[in-house]
């Protein structure tokens, strides 16, 4: 079966330090990967994507992701952690049709 | 553009009653997308439209819930009769034709529904 994982429920990080979200996937073929954010009572925003080429994306807010073809990941990562970034976060794969699969999501804490 | 609409943004209603939500698409998205979100299940994927026509309703939980799109600028989402287990927040999303889905959703801010 096609599938996401977030191994982490939370992930709690000091103002300044640098951020990883991570994010693995099983899916036949080759996915299109994504990342999304969710703050508190709104819906998810698009923070970035993965299609092809360069398997260093950047998104919005500084995030960036690293696409691992060989252990079918795609973390999300941040240089510098603000706590403004605190929120909840969602990696999602499209196996080609629009029927994405979305991750458990990994709630970021970041310390002030 | 305005982004995707939903109404209401809070409903509480009580078991059996008809529950109706309501989605404006971002004008020109040929896609459309209604999700459920709980704690339990996380984002579910209840049914997508492209160009106003369901694609796949194989989310949709039962016979009680059901989605229409009767134009490109409004769709609904159903619940009839609402029990206490539809409490969930629900999701509409929308998004551009792009070759082979690589297109990102965008989502509205959603509806808290509250069946008592």
């Known amino acids: 079966a096609q599938s996401v994982a977030q191994p982490e429920d939370q992930v709690n990080v000091a103002e300044g330090n640098p951020l990883t979200v991570k994010c693995t996937y099983s899916?036949?073929?080759?996915?299109?990967l994504f990342w999304y954010v969710q703050y508190p009572n709104r819906g998810l925003q698009f923070l970035l994507k993965?299609?092809?080429?360069?398997?260093l994306v950047k998104g919005s807010y500084g995030f960036e992701a690293e696409f691992n073809k060989s252990q079918t990941s795609f973390h999300l990562k941040k240089p510098s952690a603000l706590v403004s970034d605190s929120a909840l976060y969602f990696c999602?794969?499209?196996?080609?049709?629009?029927?994405?699969?979305f991750g458990t999501g990994t709630r970021l804490k970041v310390l002030a | 553009d305005a982004g995707v609409i939903q109404s209401p943004r809070h409903e509480v209603t009580e078991m059996g009653q008809e529950v109706t939500l309501r989605c404006k698409p971002i004008?020109?998205?040929?896609?459309l997308f209604w999700y459920r979100q709980t704690m339990m299940r996380g984002l579910e994927l209840l049914i997508y439209?492209?160009?106003?026509?369901?694609?796949?309703d194989s989310g949709m939980p039962e016979d009680r819930f059901s989605a229409k799109m009767p134009n490109a600028s409004f769709s609904t989402l159903k619940i009839q009769p609402s029990e206490p287990r539809d409490s969930a927040v629900y999701f509409c999303?929308?998004?551009?034709?792009?070759?082979?889905?690589?297109?990102?959703?965008?989502f509205g801010e959603g509806s808290r529904l509250t069946v008592l």
């Open positions: 999303a929308s998004s551009p034709i792009r070759d082979r889905a690589a297109g990102e959703l965008f």
């Open positions: 899916v036949s073929g080759n996915p299109y």
């Open positions: 993965y299609i092809t080429g360069d398997n």
């Open positions: 999602a794969v499209s196996p080609g049709t629009y029927k994405y699969i």
């Open positions: 004008s020109g998205h040929d896609y």
């Open positions: 439209f492209n160009n106003n026509v369901p694609i796949d």
